[in-house]
Each structure stands twice: as C-alpha cells, then as structure tokens.
C-alpha cells in the first residue's frame, strides 16, 4: 500500500473505532459539569434578581438554589417580590471536608462549593471553578450549575508581572533568524 492510501486509510480508520479522537483537535462540548435543575417556573417578565442562595436539605440529600425576583423596576407603587426554589440534582456533600461536589461524564468528581462561616451565618459559597446561572428570558427561570476540574489551565493565575517592559515576552532576536 502506498504513502497516499495508507494515511487517509489510518486517519478514517481512527475516526472510525476512536470517535473521541476529534476532541484532541479543540472540539469543545462545554464544561464538565453542566447540571440543569429539573424545576422551572415563571416571574415578572422583566425581573431583577433580588437575592439568591444556596440551601443544603440534608434530609433530602440535595442542593437547592432559592432565587428571589423583584418588579421594582416595573412598578412605581409597591415591590412585588417571589421567590423559587431549583433543586440542582446530582450534587453530593462531603461532610467531613465541608466540600460538594459532582461527578462528571468521565467520572471526575469536582468540587463546586462549601461551607462558608461568617461571624454567626453559616452560608454555602460557589468555588471560582463553579458558577451557577439563572436565564430568566421573558419570565421563564431556568438555573444552570457548571463547573469545571480546578486543576483545568484556565483556572490558573497568569505570573505576576515586575518589569512592564517585559510583558510581551517576545525575543526579537531568534524571530527573525
């Protein structure tokens, strides 16, 4: 077989028992963790969120983010407020570090909050690996928890920088050899 048969052979052969192999080349399928709470419900068509938190049921094993929209903005009179409540399935605390976590596709179990104490409230706080999003487009609430490893490059800090002439980090001189 020759140079020209044999690589698109190899190359479709790969592609074919490896479909993951096009994910090497910047495919991306999104965060790892990528949790949709299973309840929806509707507001003000143009509310502003008023307050949110995470609320841990022990009893129930789940997280649960409570969101509370206001039509402030809306009504000149009197506020209306509401408030929700979007159980994120799939979350598993670990008490004994404080930490919750869940487990990916691949089955890499990631932190995405815990514990945190401050002066006599105990509140549950998202890690910089972590967010949680609420869409509300037109009055329909959908929250969204994502995370991804925080070992992933991006969640890396860039170096600090001491010399503002050396930021751009580029020798001249072995670029134009």
Request: charged letters at 20%.
């Amino acid at each position: 077989m020759s140079r020209h048969v044999f690589f698109p052979f190899l190359v479709l052969t790969l592609l074919f028992f490896k479909p993951d192999f096009l994910q090497a080349f910047g495919e991306n399928d999104g965060p790892p963790i990528s949790i949709t709470s299973p309840n929806t419900d509707t507001t003000f068509p143009h509310a502003d969120i008023r307050n949110h938190k995470l609320i841990w049921y022990k009893n129930r094993k789940m997280l649960v983010a409570c969101i509370s929209f206001s039509d402030a903005r809306q009504n000149d009179t009197t506020a209306n407020d509401e408030t929700y409540y979007f159980d994120l399935p799939g979350v598993t605390f670990d008490e004994a570090k404080g930490i919750f976590t869940a487990t990916s596709a691949k089955g890499e179990v990631i932190p995405i909050a815990h514990f945190k104490t401050t002066l006599f409230l105990k509140t549950i706080e998202v890690l910089p690996n972590a967010n949680i999003r609420i869409m509300c487009p037109g009055g329909l609430i959908t929250v969204i928890l994502e995370a991804i490893s925080p070992n992933d490059p991006t969640m890396r800090k860039p170096p600090p920088v001491t010399d503002p002439d050396a930021t751009q980090g580029i020798n001249y001189n072995k670029l134009f050899k």
